[in-house]
């Protein structure tokens, strides 16, 4: 089995899961569960981001302690992963003394091969971002971006690290490895950003400005800088496990990417001799009118709320049929009512129904054999085999959207070869030949509906195991293996029916 290591980024502690939280999630699950289905040995991390200056005042705002105030918000990060459904394998704080050992070990040697030096510094910093800002991070007129906050001017002695050395070793790996970077043209940002010169990393803040952080092992006067820290948990989670590191992917908000993910980590990695990842993903936004949704601008919506009305797999769906990776998507209820009433409740609910309601009908409950193949079944079969043909290279390109998008058109034309066959007619007659294709269409259109299931599992595990168990069949381990048109379901027992999608319920009109 190959070992296939995926990540999230870590969520920042300072304020509640809001719908970019939960699609990151949701993404790299459905990314981890098609590896598994492909055959890979899948370790799957996801956590948080406990330390930093916005912490430490969230925590004195409210009078309580810091790691009281981080306990409290990471379990709201954690309680939110299973009611995603998200099958991660590890989830990791940076309080942790697992974490805090690695971190420490790798800025001692970073500092004992002579990458780290003190200095003084003078300038501008956003207590937001906690990041000191240059003159190019100005708007055009003078002003800073609001992302920054509030940004004072501040002198202070400080430890920085040797990026700037390692900026040409960058531009020459990101040349090299043009596919480091999904989507491709976020990667061609990177190297337009790498056209300036890069500063040196200021990696510590003095204690008497910042306690809540990860004391330096060489200068106990100074925690580590948050994104330093923060980006060494996918290494430090699995330091000690043989044979899981270096990462497969990355998976983070575009917003991230530039320049902590994409040129603080894997400068910080080469110099500790520590192999890269193969690569990182930066997904896009979630908009509302045409803005970012978050915290910051009082939009952010809570994906809870949906699960709880729709129930996980819809919401799931929704989120991965709609948003292409690394393009930013528009949400509104109104569109996700479409998805739902026409792809999941009147195109894969409606063949669920219908098969089980025929098969009771007319065969007792019990799936027959097909026994003839004629022109209806063959461009079934036919289609069949270009919609799994297409749909395994669509997910291993993260174009899930168009692979969910070839399912859904599957299950459609399994809805109109009901309508062509017409099985509510055949079993009137009392012909032979009749007989015959009413056994044929019913076993056509089980196997089409465990077939196209099939291929959203991934998405939407919960109602693939319903209608696998309604249908009575039990899918062997190698997925691959199950793609195959065949005979599965013959002798089968089927439930009466099953109620996937419910429509939901109109909504009350205020009074007055």
């Known amino acids: 089995m190959k070992s296939f290591y995926i990540t999230t980024a870590i969520d920042y502690v300072n304020g509640s899961p809001h719908l970019g939280h939960a699609y990151e999630k949701v993404l790299t699950d459905v990314i981890a569960r098609f590896r598994r289905m492909m055959g890979d040995r899948v370790h799957f991390l996801t956590g948080v981001d406990e330390h930093g200056q916005k912490v430490q005042a969230s925590a004195r705002k409210r009078g309580i302690a810091p790691q009281q105030y981080v306990d409290e918000i990471s379990a709201e990060f954690r309680a939110l992963l299973p009611r995603l459904n998200i099958s991660n394998d590890d989830f990791i704080r940076t309080t942790e003394e697992r974490h805090k050992k690695v971190v420490r070990e790798v800025l001692q040697r970073l500092f004992a091969q002579g990458e780290i030096y003190k200095a003084e510094y003078k300038g501008f910093y956003s207590t937001r971002q906690e990041q000191f800002l240059q003159e190019k991070d100005r708007l055009p007129g003078g002003a800073w971006p609001e992302i920054f906050g509030e940004v004072t001017e501040i002198t202070e002695s400080n430890y920085f690290f040797k990026l700037r ?3 040409d070793w960058l531009i020459e790996f990101l040349t090299k490895h043009e596919h480091f970077i999904f989507p491709s043209y976020r990667q061609k940002q990177v190297l337009e950003f790498l056209k300036e010169p890069l500063n040196d990393l200021c990696i510590s803040r003095p204690r008497e400005r910042l306690e809540w952080g990860i004391p330096l092992p060489f200068d106990e006067g100074y925690v580590t800088y948050v994104w330093f820290d923060a980006l060494l948990n996918y290494y430090s989670a699995v330091a000690d496990q043989p044979g899981v590191w270096p990462a497969a ?6 917003d991230i990417l530039v320049p902590p993910h994409a040129v603080y980590w894997p400068i910080m990695l080469h110099a500790a001799g520590i192999p890269l990842p193969h690569g990182i993903i930066a997904h896009g936004w979630w908009l509302q009118s045409g803005a970012k949704m978050s915290k910051s601008t009082g939009n952010a919506l809570n994906p809870l709320d949906l699960v709880a009305e729709f129930g996980v797999d819809a919401f799931r ?3 991965i049929r709609e948003m292409n990776v690394g393009q930013d998507s528009e949400f509104t209820r109104e569109q996700f009512l479409v998805r739902y009433n026409s792809e999941l409740a009147n195109n894969l609910g409606n063949l669920v129904n219908r098969t089980l309601n ?9 799936l027959p054999s097909a026994e003839l193949s004629e022109e209806p079944e063959q461009e079934l079969h036919a289609l069949w085999a270009k919609t799994r043909d297409e749909f395994i290279p669509l997910c291993e390109g993260f174009q899930f959207h168009t692979a969910l ?17 017409a099985p509510w007619k055949l079993g009137k007659s009392a012909e032979p030949r009749d007989q015959a294709l009413l056994r044929t269409s019913l076993a056509t259109m089980a196997e089409a509906l465990r077939l196209g299931v099939a291929l959203i599992q991934h998405v939407t595990p919960a109602t693939t195991a319903k209608i696998n168990d309604v249908l009575g069949y039990v899918p062997g381990d190698a997925w691959r293996d199950e793609l195959h048109w065949g005979q599965k379901l013959d002798g089968a027992s089927v439930a009466a029916a099953l109620v996937l999608f419910p429509r939901p319920a109109p909504a009350v009109p205020p009074k007055g």
Do not use: D, P
């Open 405 to 421: 998008e070839r399912a859904m058109q599957f299950v459609t034309a399994t809805n109109a070869y009901i309508e062509k066959r």
């Open 317 to 319: 769906y929704f989120l």
């Open 358 to 366: 025929m098969t009771t009908r007319f065969a007792g409950g019990v």
């Open 249 to 254: 992917w990355h998976v983070i908000g575009k």
């Open 165 to 167: 050395g390692y900026q």
